[in-house]
C-alpha cells in the first residue's frame, strides 16, 4: 500500500513561485503514473501534470504549460511540483496521485482513476 505525504504549500504572491513535494512510500512501479491535481474551492479535482515513475514526457495541462514542472528524486522517493509564475487561479488544494493501472497512451484525466492520494497541501496565491 502506497502513502503519499504533500508539502510545501503556502502563501505566495501572484507571479511568484512555489516548491512542492510528495513523499512517497511503499512499492511503486515503474509503469505506474504519479500525478499532481489540484482543487479550487467549489471545483471538481482537475489534474495538472503527470508522468510515470520511471520518468519520461511529462502530461501537463493547458493552463500550466510552461510554468509547472515536475520532477523526482528517485533516492528520496519524492515527487517536485515546481510552480512558477503563478496566477491568482492557482490558488487551491494541491494533491499527488497514484495511478497504478495505467498501461499506455495518455494519463488518466479523472480523479476516480488514481487510487492512492495524498491529503493535499493548500497554495494560496495573492495579488
Known amino acids: 500500500q502506497v502513502q503519499l505525504v504533500e508539502s510545501g504549500g503556502g502563501l505566495v504572491q501572484t507571479g511568484g513561485s512555489l516548491r512542492l513535494s510528495c513523499v512517497a512510500s511503499?512499492?511503486?512501479?515503474?509503469?505506474?503514473?504519479i500525478a499532481w491535481f489540484r482543487q479550487a474551492a467549489g471545483e471538481e479535482r482537475k489534474l495538472i501534470a503527470a508522468n510515470t515513475w520511471r520518468g519520461g514526457h511529462a502530461y501537463y495541462e493547458d493552463s500550466v504549460k510552461g510554468r509547472f514542472t515536475m520532477s523526482r528524486d528517485a533516492a528520496k522517493n519524492t515527487i517536485y511540483l515546481q510552480l512558477n509564475s503563478l496566477k491568482r487561479e492557482g490558488t487551491a488544494v494541491y494533491y499527488c496521485a497514484v495511478d497504478s493501472s495505467w498501461r499506455y497512451g495518455p494519463p488518466d484525466v479523472r480523479a476516480a482513476g488514481y487510487d492512492c492520494w495524498g491529503q493535499g497541501t493548500q497554495v494560496t496565491v495573492s495579488s
Open positions: 511503499g512499492t511503486i512501479y515503474s509503469n505506474d503514473i
